[in-house]
């Protein structure tokens, strides 16, 4: 497939004004429009919070943290989705610092290796998640590298300044808290560090802000949507969509500190009456289990990334809840959010169009002739990678350009088709196959169980795929028939299958394939050199 570039729809002229501000600024300007007393965010407790209320506490936390850090310092936050991650993110952007969103589920090593790469000195958590999330020893470890700053003792020590600040800063913003460029990193996450220590992704101002654009650009709300959000903000996807987004555009937001909660969040979404969800595939197939027929009947779409979105869960949702699921696609790098279908225009097993102001193009992949690696380029693309070994420096693109490491194929409508990770293809006798697709069959014929294919060395054909599987009693003839009837070549059909109690999932939502294919080796007795 020829690498020529395709170009999206345009950004409005509007939105490209929009994208020349800070978040911080954008935040303000969205409490003038919608009004200081308009309830925005509902908090995990039930606690609703208006836009008055979260600036007034953004303002006073900016004055204890103005004391305790130094100018343009990063700041790692390390709290559970709710409010008070949304004002702590808030409150350092208004002190002048940069805040990095830290995955408490990621573990010490990636977590030091976070904060000798961003770097920062000053994380900020509050006890009560400590101690609910039992998370003490880590604590006692990360403290080796970084003072930790808990909310609770913040609030205490507000002081005077903090008063003031909390006072005269809606009026005064210009005086009481430092002008950011649009183009200044305006937040760092981190790659997961599956493939050596992780990696920090500076994203600007202007790229999660033009990301907000471009999602309200390509999704129709309606002015009564209420959006619930379980997804962590140490995601990229929970961070910019599922909780700057709505707080941006002025749709109230209820936000859960976990998507593991399933009866709970069945509960909540019932309770606020939400219309629109953040999920993932796995997360909401085990959300509608969990609910009664009419648990989530007030939601209208559900919108899931992170994993391809099953036929099945599309059905169930639409039989039992009459909703629509919108299967989008993003990575970190892009702030997150890339492609999405869009409502009332869903094509199954694609991720629908680009979002407006991005452009693609796909490099040739050896054995795939109908399909690229997708590179992207528009207002939302990073800034640069933060490597460990040049801690604090930004590495800018080239030309802009960034390369996802996905392989996709796009029809002639321009729907966009992930076909799987460059790194999630075994080449068997010569022919590539995609684990994806291996996936895909095993969905088709035990919709009720969760499927993941490994990569293993093979001593004769150099590799093989092995399918693991939380069904009880898998039989490859079965998915050999099925492949066979759906023209899929028997070569993507794997010779092994595993059966386990369960596959490992991340913080994320996302499957752990980092420990799928230890599971596989171990279950063929594959000792690494």
């Known amino acids: 497939m020829a ?32 009004g200081a007393d308009t309830k925005i965010v509902t908090d995990g407790d039930g606690r609703a919070f208006s836009y008055g209320e979260l600036r007034r506490a953004a303002f006073a936390l900016s004055s204890p943290l103005r004391r305790m850090t130094n100018a343009g310092d990063t700041i790692g936050i390390l709290l559970p989705t709710g409010a008070g991650a949304v004002i702590t993110l808030l409150a350092i952007h208004a002190a002048g610092r940069t805040p990095a969103m830290l995955n408490f589920t990621a573990g010490i090593k990636n977590l030091k290796a976070a904060a000798n790469t961003a770097p920062f000195k000053t994380i900020i958590t509050a006890r009560k998640f400590i101690k609910l999330a039992g998370l003490s020893d880590l604590i006692a470890q990360l403290s080796d590298v970084a003072e930790i700053i808990y909310l609770e003792d913040l609030r205490e ?127 909401l197939q085990h959300y509608m289990r969990a609910s009664t027929d009419d648990g989530l009947s007030s939601l209208r779409i559900a919108v899931c990334g992170a994993e391809r979105v099953r036929d099945e869960t599309r059905k169930i949702a639409e039989q039992r809840f009459s909703m629509e699921v919108l299967e989008g696609y993003g990575v970190t790098e892009c702030a997150p959010v890339l492609a999405a279908n869009q409502p009332g225009d869903i094509r199954s097993g694609t991720i629908g169009k680009m979002l407006p102001g991005i452009e693609t193009r796909l490099e040739p992949v050896e054995g795939l002739d109908d399909a690229g690696r997708l590179w992207v380029r528009g207002p939302n693309i990073m800034k640069g990678y933060i490597s460990p070994d040049t801690p604090g420096q930004v590495i800018p693109l080239d030309e802009g350009w960034h390369d996802t490491g996905d392989v996709v194929s796009v029809n002639e409508e321009g729907y966009y088709v992930i076909r799987g990770r460059m790194k999630r293809f075994a080449k068997i006798g010569g022919e590539m196959v995609s684990l994806t697709v291996v996936e895909n069959c095993a969905a088709a014929i035990w919709p009720d169980h969760m499927h993941a294919a490994a990569i293993v060395p093979d001593k004769r054909k150099g590799e093989q795929i092995v399918l693991l599987t939380d069904h009880p009693k898998p039989k490859r003839a079965a998915l050999l028939a099925w492949a066979q009837s759906h023209g899929v070549p028997e070569i993507s059909v794997p010779k092994k299958i595993i059966s386990v109690e369960s596959l490992p999932v991340l913080g994320t939502g996302k499957l752990d394939y980092v420990s799928v294919t230890a599971m596989a080796k171990n279950g063929l007795g594959i000792v690494d050199a």
């Open 157 to 283: 020590n507000m002081g005077l300044g903090g008063k003031l600040r909390a006072i005269l800063g809606p009026f005064m913003p210009q005086i009481f808290t430092p002008r950011a460029s649009a183009d200044e990193t305006g937040i760092i996450l981190f790659t997961s560090g599956t493939e050596g220590n992780p990696k920090g992704v500076a994203l600007s101002h202007a790229n999660i802000l033009a990301n907000i654009e471009q999602i309200e650009q390509h999704v129709n709300l309606l002015p009564t949507d209420i959006f619930f959000n379980p997804l962590p903000t140490f995601h990229c996807y929970g961070l910019t969509a599922g909780t700057l987004w709505p707080i941006l555009s002025g749709h109230p937001v209820v936000l859960h500190p976990s998507p593991l909660q399933t009866k709970a969040i069945a509960r909540r979404i019932f309770e606020s009456k939400s219309t629109v969800l953040f999920a993932t595939d796995t997360f």
């Open 3 to 34: 690498d020529a570039i395709l170009k999206s729809e345009d950004l409005s002229g509007r939105a490209l004004g929009r994208m020349q501000r800070s978040v911080f600024d954008a935040f303000l300007d969205a409490c003038t429009a919608h």
